[in-house]
Each structure stands twice: as C-alpha cells, then as structure tokens.
C-alpha cells in the first residue's frame, strides 16, 4: 500500500523542486521516487492554475461523496471535446 505523505511534506518537497533542486537530488534526500515527486509538481501546476486538470479541493470533496458535482463537471468536458474534436478535423 502507498504511504502517505502530510501535506505539509508534499508543499517543502514541491518548494524545493521551484527553487532549482533537481528531482533527482529531491527524490534522494527527501527518500521519495522521481514519480511521486513528479506527480506532485504537477499537483501544484494545476493548483495554482498553470496547467488545466481538476483542483486537489476538487478531487478530494469527489473522494468523501460530492459526485454529483464532478459529474456534471465531467460531462462539460466530454461535450467541449466532441466540440473541438469536430471543429479541429
């Protein structure tokens, strides 16, 4: 089973990587694989607006049984696809 990091630790590993550390040297001083590490800069992208995805308030309201929301989410985006699908060919 994957251990789980606070958040806290997840913030200074991200903090680290934004300051010029390398995700290697990262991964080697914090005991961390490159993935996770890689996982969570994406994390923090999305987050903070810089790359699209779903917000990590978002995900974990979907994880204590808000879906109802998310699926309305998801269905905007399958219809935005279709659109640009359409209109890219």
Known sequence: MPRAYPDEFRAKAVSLIQAGQTVNNS???????CAILHRWVKRDKID????????????????????EKHEN?????KTRSKFFVKHTT
Do not use: K
């Open 48 to 67: 903070r607006g810089n790359i699209p995805g779903v917000l990590l308030a978002e995900s974990r309201e979907c994880e204590h049984g808000s879906y």
């Open 27 to 33: 991964s080697s001083d914090l005991d961390v694989s």
């Open 73 to 77: 989410v998801f269905e905007s985006w």
